[in-house]
């Protein structure tokens, strides 16, 4: 089992930045592969970026490459989404999910298997 809890979330202008954390709790955490995915009001979730159980690894959706950089720290158990230069169209609630069994990173919502409860973010224009 995982738990995942995300934080950070909030209101912020057009142009602005935040940064998600995500805690994990449970299963060898630098075993796996981290992601977070967004979910806009009446819309699908969708992939935002990943990163490898090493680090070595990250892989952005397009329309955040340049703008958001996702990390991860092994020895705190914890994931981070910097997001930079905000835009009313980031505007969802924000997950963290586990993908415990992959090799590789994944983009698809169904492959991972573990989800925090969301946290709420929103750019103001």
């Known amino acids: 089992q995982v738990q995942l809890v995300e934080s950070g979330g909030g209101l912020v202008q057009a142009g602005g930045s935040l940064r998600l954390s995500c805690a994990a709790s449970g299963r060898t955490f630098s075993n796996y592969i981290m992601g977070w995915f967004r979910q806009p009001s009446g819309k699908e979730r969708e992939f935002v970026a990943a990163v490898s159980a090493s680090s070595a690894m990250t892989d952005y959706t397009d329309s955040v490459k340049g703008r958001f950089t996702i990390s991860r720290d092994n020895a705190k158990n914890t994931v981070y989404l910097q997001m930079n230069s905000l835009k009313t169209e980031d505007t969802a609630v924000y997950y963290c999910?586990?993908?415990?069994?992959?090799?590789?990173?994944?983009?698809?919502?169904?492959?991972?298997?573990?989800w925090g409860q969301g946290t709420q973010v929103t750019v103001s224009s």
């Open positions: 999910a586990a993908d415990t069994a992959g090799w590789t990173i994944r983009s698809r919502p169904d492959h991972y298997d573990y």
